[in-house]
Structures are given as C-alpha cells and as structure tokens.
C-alpha cells in the first residue's frame, strides 16, 4: 500500500507593503512622499491610484507632523480592492475636519480631500498612546469598453 503525504497548502503571498518612519518636522513629509512615489512605481499601481495616494500621503504625514511635532510612522499596502495608507504618530488628539481658513489657501482642506478620495477613513487610538488614521483608497473599477458599451 502506498501512502501519499497530504500536500500543503500553497504559500500565501503577502500583498505588496512598505512601512517607515519619519521625523517630526517638515522635511519628512518630502522624505516619505519620495519613498511612498518608489513603492508605488515598484508595487505596479494603477495610474488612476497614483497620485491620489501621494496626496493622501502627504496630507496625512503632514497633519501628524503639524499638529503633533514627534516622530511618525507610514505604511503602505497594495492588493485588489486599492492601496491602504496608514499613519501613526503620538498625539491622541482625534483628527478633525476643520473649514479652510480665508485667505490662507493651504490650510484647513487636507482631512476634507483624504476623505473625499477615500472610501473609508478612521482613526484608532494605540493601547500604549498615539494614534494611527486608517485610509483606504479603492480600485479603480474598470468599466465598459468596445462597441456597444454603455456608457
């Protein structure tokens, strides 16, 4: 009688991720925002998704910087449903959208374009202290093409 060893299961293969730190200051949010640009172009993300993910980035990595002037951490991750984006830092101050302030163009309309690009978005408080916002960005859906399509 021959016996035959039961195969394994194939391997899962974790989706795409990139996870860094950056320092409380200004200059970080550039740093973060060229290695985010260099996990995108590896990972093969849709056109569609690539720069609205570099602006979620940078909006959330620079909120965590301005508001609460210690080190962060970032983590990206990519699978079909879209790309993830994770930002941690060390204040438990909830983020909250705020309306823009008049005559100062760059302030106040960050968290409002996150949300608007995203189809979930939420913040965790960490057991120890900080806090991470949660954002997702989904997958472009592909729609008809070709003759006949409906449009």
Known sequence: MDTVAPL????RIPPPAWTDSFPGRPSGVAEVRAQARAFLARSRVPPAL?????LVVSELV????????????VRLSSDASGIA???SDTSRLLPVPRPA???VATSGLGLGLVAA???????TLGPGGGKTVHAHLPAPVAGP???GART
Do not use: F, K, W
Request: aromatic share 6%.
């Open 145 to 147: 093409a070709g003759p």
């Open 85 to 87: 984006v994770t930002v």
């Open 8 to 11: 394994s299961a194939p391997a």
């Open 62 to 73: 620079t909120n965590a910087v301005r508001h609460t002037g210690g080190p962060g951490n």
């Open 50 to 54: 690539y720069e609205d993910t570099l």
């Open 101 to 103: 302030e008049p005559g």
């Open 117 to 123: 690009l995203c189809d979930c978005l939420y913040t």
